[in-house]
C-alpha cells in the first residue's frame, strides 16, 4: 500500500520534471504545416474550379455548334459550315479517319488529345492543348490545368515577390496595376470592372464534341479577367492572413502555455512560508546533483537542520514573527551556499540541505560556523540549532571506480539525517550528529521494544532485582532498592538501561512503576508471612507518572492490596521527576509520607538544582550519586562536598544514602562522615529476589 503511494508519488515527480511543452511545439509546427499546404492546396482548387466553369461553358457553346450542325442535316454541307461560322469561334471537322474535312480560322490545336472531366458540366470531354499559347492543357490525372504560375510570370511585370507592379498600355486604356493590387475604395472596385474586359486574357484550349461520323474541336477560351485575378489575390491575401492569425494564435499558445508551466512548476516547489524552495524541489533537485557525482573528491552529506524551539517561539511572540524567522534561516542559508549546493524549508521548523565537501573536518567546521551565525540572526533573541549530518556513501566497483548512481532514495537520506538530529530529542541547545549505522540498530530496537513491552509484562517477563543498602559501620543490611531487569525469550537478559529511556519516552513506565511496586509489596509480605527480618524496599516512580495527582493514592491502594506495611515502602525520586508545579509535587511528597511511606531523592548532586529542591520538599531520604565516587578517589573537593551533603540531609533530618560505592576506603570515609546506607558494588550488585532473600535475616 505505502509502496504503492510512493510510485504514483515518484511519478507525478517525474511528470513534473518532464517539460511537455515540446511535445505541444512539435503538434503545433504540424498544424501550422498542415494549414500551410491545405491553404495553397486550396488556391489551387479555386484555380482549377475557375478553369472548369470557364471550359464548362464554353463547352456548352461548342456542343451548341454541334447541335446546329446535326439539327440542319437536310441542308447543304457548305451552308452548315456558314452557320456555324457565324458564331465566330476557330474549329475544325474531322472524319472517324482523323482527315480533316473542314476548318475556320487558324488550326493551332495540338495533335494528341487527353479525356478530361469537366466537372460544372459532369461529362468527359477530350481537350487539347494550344500549340501558340499553351498555359491551359488536360492533365494525367484527368482535369484541365491552368499553368498560373507561368502565365503570370510571362503575360504581366511583376516584382520579386510575384506582384504586378506598374502600368501596361492595352488598347487606348492604361492599366494601372499598382491600383488593382491596393484595392481600397469602391472607385478602384469599379475600376476594376471598368478594365475587366480589356486586362482579361484569353487562354485557349481546345475542346472536342462527338457528331457521330464526325468530331467538331474548336477553341475554347478561358477568359481570365482583372476581376478573376482581384479575387485569387483576395483569396490569397486571407489565406495568408488566415495562416498569419493561426500561427499568432498557436505560438501565444505555446508561450503561455509555457508560463503556465512554469507558474505551476514554480507553484509546486515553492515553500510558502520561506518563500524559497520545498521538499519536493529538493527532492528532485538533490537527485539531479547526486546522480551526476562522478568524483571522489566532492563528496555530499545531507543535513536536516532543525530551528529548537520554533513553537516556543511562536507561542511567546506570534506565528508570523516565528515564520518571519524561518525566513531569515532560509536566506541567510542561501546566502552560504555554494554552486550544486541546495537549501529547502521542509516542515515546520525544518531544512533540508544538500553540501559538497572534500574533507569531513572542514565540513563540521563550516555547519559550526553556520549554526554560530544563525544563532545569532535576530539581534534581540539567541537560537539553538541542531543539525543531523547524513554523509551519502560514494558508490566505487571492484576497481575502486566512481559509480554512477542509477537510483538515489533521497527519502531515506534524509531520514537518516533527521535521525541523527533525533538524538538531540529533549535537549533544547545547538548541536551537530551524525548519522551512522548504530543509529538505524538503536531505531530497529526501540521499535523491537516498543512493539514486545506489553506483552512482556502480561508474561512477567520483567524481574525485580534487588540491590541490599547497608550500614557502613556495622555492615548490617538496612535496606534495598528494586531494579527492573527484563529476561526476555528473544534478547535474553537487558538492562533497564536499554529499556528505561525508552519507557519514559512512550510513557509505558507507569505500567512498570506499578509493575515494579506490585511485585516489591507482594515479595515483602510473602517474606514477612515467611518470618523474615523486612527491611524497607525503595522503588524507582518516574516523573510521568508523578504528575498524575492522585499518585499517592494509587501507591497506597496497591500495596495495600499486596497486604505489605506502608513503612516497608519506600519512593524514589530522581530530579528529572521534579516538575515545574512546586506546590502539587509537596502535596504529593506530604500524602505519601502522611500514608506511612518514606521518599527519598535519588541522584542527588547529578542534576544542578538539588538544592533548590532540597529547600522545599518534605523528602526522608536523600541518595548521593554515584558521579560522587567515581574517579579520583585522593580528591579533597569531593570528600568536602560529600561531608558537607551529610551533613545537610542531617540538619534537615533526612538519611542519607550513598550510592556506588566500589571501595574500602569510601566506605569508612562514609561511615566516618555518618552516611547512614551505602548501596554499592563493594557490598553487593542487585540480584535477583532468591538471592536477596538469603541476605535477609530471621
Ligand atoms: P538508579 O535508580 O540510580 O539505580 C542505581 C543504578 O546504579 C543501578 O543500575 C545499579 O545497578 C547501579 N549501581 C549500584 N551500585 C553500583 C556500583 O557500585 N557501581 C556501579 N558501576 N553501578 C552501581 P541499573 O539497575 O542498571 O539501573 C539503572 C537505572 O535505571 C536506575 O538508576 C534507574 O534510574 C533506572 N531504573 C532501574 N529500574 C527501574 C524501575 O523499576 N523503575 C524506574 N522508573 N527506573 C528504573
Ligand atoms: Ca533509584
Ligand atoms: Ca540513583
Known sequence: MAKSKNIKKEKSFRKIKRNNSWISILFFTLAIGLLVVLSLAFVEFLFSYAVDTKASGEYESIKYMARLYNSNADI??????????????????????????????????????????????????????????????????????LDYK??????????????????????????????????????????????????????????????????????????????????????????????????????????????????I?????????????????????????????????????????????????????????????????????????????????????????????????????????????????????????????????????DNGKILRRKKIDIDSEYNNACAARATFEGSEDSGIAYFDNKLVEEQKWIDAVQEKQQQALDNEEFQVYYQPKYDPRTNELRGAEALIRWQSPEYGFVSPGRIIPIFEKNGFITEIDHYMIKHVAKDQKAWLDKGLKCVPVSVNVSRAHFIESDLAEQIRDMIDEEGAPHDLIEIELTESAFFDDKNAMINTIERLKSYGFSVSMDDFGSGYSSLNSLKDMPLDVLKLDAEFFRGDNDNDRGEIVVTEAIKLAKSLNMRTVAEGVEIKEQVDFLAEQGCDMIQGYYFAKPMPKDEYEQRMGN
Open 265 to 397: 512548476t514554480n507553484f509546486f516547489f515553492t515553500d510558502h512560508v520561506t518563500k524559497s524552495h520545498n521538499w519536493m524541489w529538493f527532492k528532485v533537485k538533490s537527485e539531479q546533483v547526486l546522480r551526476k557525482t562522478s568524483n571522489a573528491k566532492n563528496k555530499y552529506a545531507m543535513l536536516n537542520l532543525v530551528f529548537v524551539k520554533y513553537r516556543t517561539f511562536c507561542l511567546c511572540h506570534s506565528v508570523e514573527e516565528g515564520e518571519e524567522v524561518l525566513r531569515k534561516v532560509s536566506n541567510h542559508i542561501l546566502s552560504r551556499l555554494n554552486k550544486k549546493e541546495l537549501c529547502a524549508h521542509t516542515t515546520n521548523s525544518n531544512f533540508a540541505l544538500l553540501l559538497k565537501y572534500t574533507d569531513a573536518d572542514d565540513l563540521d567546521a563550516r555547519i559550526k560556523t553556520l549554526i554560530g551565525e544563525l544563532e545569532q540572526i535576530d539581534t534581540e533573541h539567541k537560537f539553538a540549532f541542531q543539525v543531523g549530518i547524513n554523509k551519502i556513501d560514494i558508490l566505487k566497483d
Open 150 to 263: 507561368s502565365f503570370i510570370k510571362k503575360e504581366f511585370k511583376m516584382d520579386e515577390d510575384g506582384v504586378f507592379i506598374g502600368t501596361r498600355e492595352e488598347g487606348d486604356k492604361t492599366i494601372d496595376y499598382d491600383r488593382i493590387n491596393n484595392l481600397e475604395t469602391l472607385d478602384d472596385m469599379e475600376y476594376v470592372s471598368e478594365i475587366n474586359d480589356i486586362v482579361s486574357n484569353k487562354l485557349p484550349v481546345w475542346l472536342s464534341v462527338d457528331m457521330g461520323d464526325k468530331t467538331l474541336i474548336a477553341k475554347a477560351y478561358i477568359k481570365l479577367s482583372a476581376n478573376d485575378l482581384a479575387l485569387f489575390m483576395i483569396m490569397g491575401i486571407v489565406m495568408s492572413f488566415l495562416v498569419i492569425i493561426l500561427f499568432i494564435i498557436v505560438v501565444s499558445n505555446v508561450i503561455s502555455g509555457f508560463v503556465r508551466q512554469r507558474r
Open 76 to 145: 447543304e454541307e457548305a451552308e452548315k459550315y456558314k452557320l456555324l461560322n457565324e458564331e465566330g469561334r476557330e474549329y475544325f471537322i474531322i472524319d472517324k479517319n482523323g482527315e480533316e474535312i473542314y476548318s475556320f480560322g487558324r488550326n493551332t490545336c495540338s495533335d494528341t488529345g487527353k479525356t478530361v472531366f469537366l466537372g460544372i458540366s459532369d461529362e468527359n470531354v477530350i481537350a487539347y492543348k494550344d500549340t501558340e499559347i499553351g498555359y491551359v492543357y488536360p492533365t494525367n490525372n484527368n482535369a484541365l490545368y
